[in-house]
């Protein structure tokens, strides 16, 4: 069958830009997905994808003309029941074959083979392969049933009475394979060679391919539009880049990576250019002023070498006349209202300290069975208080205290309302206006943080103190009334919110007590049925193990260390590494089976107490077993209580010749009451000397 490359465009008006590159991968993907398994496409054929804001495209190589030929053999019935005893066909056979465009002639070629435990029928046929005109048909109405679209719109066609639904209005389909048109159609358009391009910039309102490979550069010749995502967003870096560098001052373009991709899926043909505005602005929080630039008119702006904001600003423009001087103005001009904006809620804000806006929180719901945010702004100060007792003197309780109660109070000012992304920020610049002191303040701006992964966490106790007490009382509070996540779904973030704390007991190697942790903050919440408190640890514990498991220890070695439920969760590291270098000494698979087996026998006995009659020890192995124990075990445990975590089970390593000798010459379970329940008890005792780190049985294959 010949084999030629093949193109698909679908002109579409504008689309949304937050899902061009979504919609983009999708509708290609699914075309090369459906031609392959018509058999017009195979494991050989290299797709590449193009998305621009009124196109969707795929260039797809080594497609074929027609699928070859294939052999199917189709099972009909079982034997008994297609065949009498004599051989001959029964009706319900006949019928079959009738349905399969055979007759009575055909069943003298019916295949026999077991099908299970019967003989069944079947039949061998070849079916002709699909054109490439009903296979891209095909293909095309899946990929197109299959986009992600986040919302549909249903318009009319031509004749004023076909509705169609689709993401935006299309007006044209392009579908070429080599240089010939595939008859195929779409959205109510008919297939052929031509787009449109540029709105304004094209050389010829009409755009027209010679062949499938000419697509890229006869769009970007006569169309003035760079069709590929990825080329598009590479040009508007290299230009923003080049852009800085005329500013010079070290200066450099933010860095955004939703708004790059954003911006690319808003022009075809991108521009360049540098404004300013007002320096006076830059008296507002450069924070502010980045996001209404960002987040309302798409501007990059930039910051000097130190990364503060400049009055200067980079738009990438969608046209390139000769004179850019009233593209730049115009953009001056609209950005002004935008920081004026700003500067006036900065300025109306400081009018007003935050702590006269406390009280306005209790008219703000927080949830409807949790009460109102002051309300938890007071579960949140408690919580804060408990965690600061062990952490510090009375001072760091006392201004963890007052960033716990203010730091929702940025909540009511004018900028948070407008732009809610800068909660707790704002709150730091209002701190310090009202002269709270730089750790309150930072503590107010870094309480949400952790906010993502990666993110930063608090830059002082007093922020660590108050953002532990913020997530333990968002999670305690949403387990209480029993709004837990469900699959995908989570609604109130409370998976991050547990990474968060976490994260802050990991690396700030904090000395809290999970355990005491969860039950401070489930103290605020008389409500919560039993059992929260090992639900909500439990919750804390699996995030640990994805993120742990995420940093590369593996998952025997995680449930080895978690199978404990470490309070301290700063030694957990430290007790990963003891046990990876455990696992790797040679007694250590001998001891993990063993620890294995042990556990096992406990599970089973109806009492084992830690406890040791010397007296009732009568086996050589039993006594030299006891003998070791008691001479490394209190080694171990001091190596242990010093945080020597990998000291400690390099020491218990010692033990393997003592416990293998034990398992081979004394029977566990004497029929003696008093020597089986001793021997269980030497056992227990070994159990708990070697599990302090890590439960080693975890290790066993």
């Not at 509705?163 to 007006?171: E, G, I």
């Amino acid at each position: 069958m010949p084999v030629q490359n093949l193109l698909v465009e679908l002109f579409v008006e504008e689309l949304p830009p937050k899902v061009l590159k979504k919609l983009g991968e999708a509708f290609a993907g699914v075309l090369l997905e459906q031609l392959k398994a018509q058999g017009l496409a195979s494991g050989e054929s290299q797709l590449t994808a193009y998305a621009s804001p009124r196109r969707l495209a795929a260039h797809i190589t080594a497609v074929a003309s027609q699928a070859a030929d294939k052999s199917v053999s189709q099972k009909l019935m079982p034997v008994s029941v297609g065949l009498d005893a004599a051989g001959n066909a029964s009706p319900a056979l006949l019928k079959k074959l009738q349905a399969l465009g055979a007759d009575a002639s055909a069943v003298t070629k019916l295949k026999r083979a077991m099908d299970g435990k019967a003989e069944a029928l079947f039949h061998d046929s070849t079916v002709k392969g699909v054109s490439l005109a009903d296979g891209l048909q095909k293909a095309l109405a899946e990929s197109i049933a299959k986009l992600p679209i986040p919302k549909v719109m249903i318009y009319q066609l031509a004749d004023g009475w076909t509705d169609v639904k689709f993401v935006r209005p299309a007006h044209a389909l392009v579908a070429l394979h080599g240089s010939e048109v595939v008859p195929v159609q779409a959205l109510g358009l008919q297939a052929g060679r031509s787009t449109q391009g540029h709105r304004f910039e094209a050389a010829a309102p009409t755009v027209s391919f010679k062949d499938a490979d000419q697509y890229a550069a006869t769009l970007a010749r006569d169309g003035a539009v760079i069709a590929g995502f990825g080329e598009r967003r590479a040009e508007i870096v290299r230009q923003l880049q080049e852009a800085a560098a005329r500013v010079g001052g070290g200066a450099r373009p933010i860095e955004d990576d939703a708004l790059l991709d954003e911006v690319t899926a808003l022009v075809e043909r991108p521009n360049v250019l540098t404004c300013a505005f007002e320096t006076e602005f830059l008296e507002v929080p450069q924070e502010c002023l980045i996001l209404t630039m960002k987040a309302n008119q798409k501007y990059f702006p930039l910051l000097d070498a130190q990364g503060k904001l400049t009055h200067r600003f980079l738009v990438v423009s969608n046209i390139r006349p000769e004179d850019p001087s009233a593209v730049i103005g115009g953009n001056e001009r609209v950005v002004r209202p935008r920081l004026a904006d700003a500067k006036f809620f900065f300025d109306q804000d400081r009018k007003k300290t935050l702590e006269s806006r406390v009280a306005g929180l209790a008219k703000v719901v927080y949830h409807n069975k949790l009460g109102t945010q002051g309300e938890r702004i007071e579960r949140v100060r408690a919580i804060a208080r408990a965690i600061a007792a062990p952490l510090g003197n009375d001072g760091l309780a006392q201004q963890a205290d007052v960033a716990a109660r203010l730091a929702k109070a940025d909540l009511l000012t004018d900028m948070v309302g407008e732009f809610p992304e800068l909660q707790g920020v704002m709150g730091g610049y209002y701190a310090r206006h009202d002269g709270l002191g730089e750790d309150v303040a930072f503590a107010i701006e870094d309480h949400y943080r952790p906010r993502f992964a990666g993110d930063a966490l608090p830059r002082n106790q007093v922020g660590l103190i108050v953002a532990l007490a913020d997530k333990l009382e968002t999670l305690a509070g949403l387990f209480a009334i029993g709004q837990l996540p469900t699959g995908d779904k989570d609604p109130f973030a409370l998976r991050r919110h547990a990474l968060g704390i976490v994260r802050m007991l990991m690396e700030k190697d904090l000395p809290l007590d999970l355990g005491t942790l969860v039950a401070q903050a489930l103290g605020r919440f008389p409500q919560a049925p039993a059992g929260t408190a090992e639900q909500l640890a439990d919750f804390i514990y699996d995030r640990l193990a994805g993120l742990l498991r995420e940093q590369g220890y593996s998952a025997q070695e995680v449930e080895a260390v978690l199978a404990l439920r470490p309070q301290r969760l700063g030694d957990v590291v430290k007790r990963l590494a003891a046990v990876r270098a455990f696992a790797a000494l040679p007694e250590a698979p001998a001891l993990a089976a063993a620890n294995k087996r042990i556990g096992n026998i406990l599970k089973k006995a109806e009492r084992a107490d830690a406890h040791v009659n010397p007296q009732l020890l009568q086996e050589d192995a039993e006594k030299d077993l006891h003998a070791a124990t008691q001479k490394i075990a209190p080694q171990a445990r001091a190596q242990f209580e010093a945080g020597d975590y990998t000291g400690s089970l390099q020491t218990l390593a010692a033990l393997r010749g003592p416990v293998d000798a034990f398992f081979d010459d004394v029977m566990v379970n004497a029929e003696q009451a008093d020597l089986r329940l001793n021997r269980l008890g030497l056992l227990a005792t070994l159990h708990q000397a070697m599990n302090r780190v890590a439960d080693l049985s975890r290790l066993a294959q």
